[in-house]
């Protein structure tokens, strides 16, 4: 299509990949997916990389997390998508957490495109549009939109198919809102009344982000506040004008990342003691190998046909991490599942490249760990962590004991190692999670609660060094860590420290901050923290 110029490589070249199908036209069925991870397991394979999700059920309900749990006995690791359902909360799947769960970002290149109003007003957006009917930049056009400027959506002003008149939408460029319908096929719509372009407008639930599509017609896709705009214009001049304009491929995007507007969202509803998302990755107009099948927009009346496309959603940064931790496997080859999860939670940055904290694309504002987790995946120095948190597969089944699991619904997790519970979690909270999840009581201000965490960390830099730590305030509790310095030898590679949250002032929302291991060199061992106060009910 002409976009995204220059030389691709993946996250690990060196990487053999093998490929199980699992989806058909009729769906993703659970017995297709565990026969595969049997099948993938017993190939060999190190890394499972599963675009896919179905909403959230209990541990012992949901296939995936068994299947995943089998897999990771086997030390393979499994990166999994978050799933596309944001920016609502409590919007994620896979949150097992043997199973890293991964996030959406943008990334420093975009797609920009241009609609320059009849007043002159220019307006940037997003597009991928490539055909030969090209509107004229010098020229405008005649410009209408099916709406008000309200909020209040309506079929025509979203361009659902059948909503659009011909006699007033033929020769014209269309406004239509984002929802119900593919992006895409609003574009189709448009063009089937006689349209000769579209402006695509974000709402209030995808606000500022930009999603570049293979349009069929020419279009481009515009933020919510420049979409306001747009319909204003239209609404409030008799005869508006515009005209859309294509400028291929730009590099060095500021503020990015930025964690996408779709990407799921926290809090872990099934154990709020886990932290999910684990992360975020680029999934935001991600270059793709693409079938020979299906026209670009997947739509069956294009017959363009690439072997490349620009794809979104966590589909595209679930693949990022999976590449990454082959590339940690590779160097470490006898590191398990957790621990090369753990070099990529605690390795993550939380600021973009204004050195400003990751902002959240449907709001503008800064996102919190429920939207990015640890944070966005620093590759390099996910290589060399310093220190690890690492879990064993009987760690998570006690973790499974720990939520209150009977003999039948654990039963499924122990087919066939025969795991029996050893209680050796005091709490959920316990778990060597990277991430720190404190749930306290919602009388705990009050009564002055206590509530003490354990992690235990092991050493994997230099055989000789000494960590110190650093801790975020809070406002609802105070914070300590003991002891506050770790000292490692040849003979002393595993310190376990505890946390120890004192309610002080029942906060209204969740607080968030970190926990940060120093070794005053080049290791930084960044966990995420998260203070919530349960509610009555």
Request: proline share 6%; aromatic share 8%.
């Amino acid at each position: 299509m002409g976009y995204a110029y220059g030389t691709a490589r993946g996250m690990a070249p060196g990487a053999r990949v093998a490929a199980y199908k699992v989806c058909w036209k009729s769906g993703c069925f659970s017995s297709d997916i565990l026969s595969a991870v049997d099948r993938a397991v017993a190939d060999g394979v190190n890394v499972l990389s599963i675009s896919l999700g179905g909403g959230v059920s209990s541990y012992y309900r949901d296939s995936l997390s068994i299947g995943a749990f089998g897999a990771m006995e086997m030390g393979v690791f499994i990166s999994c998508s978050a799933g596309n359902g944001g920016p609502d909360p409590i919007s994620l799947t896979n949150v097992s957490p043997w199973v890293t769960t991964v996030g959406a970002s943008t990334m420093d290149r975009d797609f920009p495109a241009t609609v320059k109003l009849g007043t002159g007003e220019i307006l940037t957006g997003a597009s991928l549009y490539k055909g030969q009917k090209n509107l004229l930049v010098n020229k405008q056009y005649p410009l209408i939109y099916h709406g008000s400027n309200s909020s209040n959506l309506t079929p025509s002003s979203m361009c659902l198919e059948g909503t659009l008149d011909k006699r007033s939408v033929a020769g014209k460029i269309v406004i239509c809102d984002r929802g119900i319908s593919p992006r895409v096929q609003k574009g189709q719509v448009v063009k089937d009344a006689g349209g000769i372009g579209m402006i695509l407008s974000n709402t209030a639930s995808n606000g500022e982000e930009l999603v570049a599509d293979c349009h069929l017609l020419p279009a481009v896709a515009v933020g919510e506040s420049k979409g306001n705009s747009i319909k204003h214009y239209a609404a409030a001049n008799r005869n508006p004008t515009a005209t859309l304009a294509f400028l291929g491929t730009k590099l060095g995007i500021r503020p990015s990342p930025v964690v996408a507007a779709f990407s799921s969202r926290g809090p872990n509803i099934l154990s709020l003691e886990i932290l999910k998302p684990d992360m975020v990755a680029p999934g935001v107009n991600i270059l793709a190998a693409w079938t020979g099948e299906l026209g670009p927009s997947s739509l069956p009346t294009d017959l363009r046909r690439t072997k490349f496309n620009i794809l979104s959603g966590t589909s595209m940064s679930c693949p990022h991490v999976s590449g990454v931790a082959a590339l940690i496997k590779s160097k470490h080859p006898d590191w398990s599942p957790a621990a090369i999860k753990s070099a990529l939670m605690t390795t993550a940055y939380v600021h973009d490249n204004t050195q400003n904290p990751l902002k959240d694309a449907s709001a503008a504002t800064p996102s919190t760990p429920y939207d990015h987790g640890a944070g966005h995946i620093y590759p390099i120095k996910a290589l060399d962590p310093g220190l690890v948190y690492d879990i064993g597969a009987q760690d998570y089944y006690d973790f499974l004991c720990a939520q209150g699991l009977t003999s039948s619904e654990l039963a499924v997790f122990s087919k066939f190692s025969n795991r029996s519970c050893r209680h050796s979690l005091a709490t959920s909270g316990d778990l060597n999670y990277p991430a720190i999840s404190a749930v306290l009581p919602e009388n705990a201000s009050t009564t002055r609660t206590f509530l003490t965490l354990h992690r235990t960390v092991t050493n994997v830099g230099p055989t000789v060094s000494s960590y110190h730590v650093a801790i975020s305030p809070f406002k609802g509790a105070f914070v300590k860590v003991e002891p506050a310095r770790l000292d490692f030898t040849a003979k002393i590679k595993k310190i376990t420290y505890k946390i120890t949250f004192t309610a002080r002032s029942r906060q209204t929302a969740p607080e968030f901050g970190s926990i940060i291991w120093k070794d005053g060199g080049v290791h930084r061992v960044r966990s995420p923290v998260v203070i919530t106060w349960l509610t009555p009910l």
